[in-house]
Nanobody
Framework: QVQLVESGGGLVQAGDSLKLSCAAS????????MGWFRQAPWKEREFVAA????????DYADSVKGRFTISRDNAKNTVFLQMDSLKPEDTAVYYC???????????????WGQGTQVTVSS
């Protein structure tokens, strides 16, 4: 079973940048589709971005398109989320997720991290 550990969250001001990391361990990273999700207080968890195993396919929520960039380093078993031009509405707990059962970037994910808090002040 793979374990996912997120890092890089914090408190920033609107317009700032943050880079989240998600390190995988325990099971091979090979073949995984990786995604980032977020959950703001009193809201449902929502999809943010996802990336295929090869890194050639990426998908973004409309709300972050053009501001966030997902990438991965398979040699280091790590996936990243570069977040630029942050807005107060980006405030949420950000979760890393993995799946091996499908190549679809959207849909259900099998394995989840514990999350990292991102707070953007205005």
């Amino acid at each position: 079973q793979v374990q996912l550990v997120e890092s890089g969250g914090g408190l920033v001001q609107a317009g700032d940048s943050l880079k989240l990391s998600c390190a995988a361990s325990g099971r091979t990273f090979s073949g995984s589709v990786m995604g980032w999700f977020r959950q703001a207080p009193w809201k449902e968890r929502e999809f943010v971005a996802a990336i295929s195993w090869s890194g050639l396919s990426k998908d973004y929520a409309d709300s972050v398109k053009g501001r966030f960039t997902i990438s991965r380093d398979n040699a280091k078993n790590t996936v990243f989320l570069q977040m630029d031009s942050l807005k107060p509405e980006d405030t949420a707990v950000y979760y890393c997720a993995a799946k091996y059962s499908s190549i679809l970037l959207r849909g259900e994910y099998d394995i989840w991290g514990q999350g990292t808090q991102v707070t953007v002040s205005s």
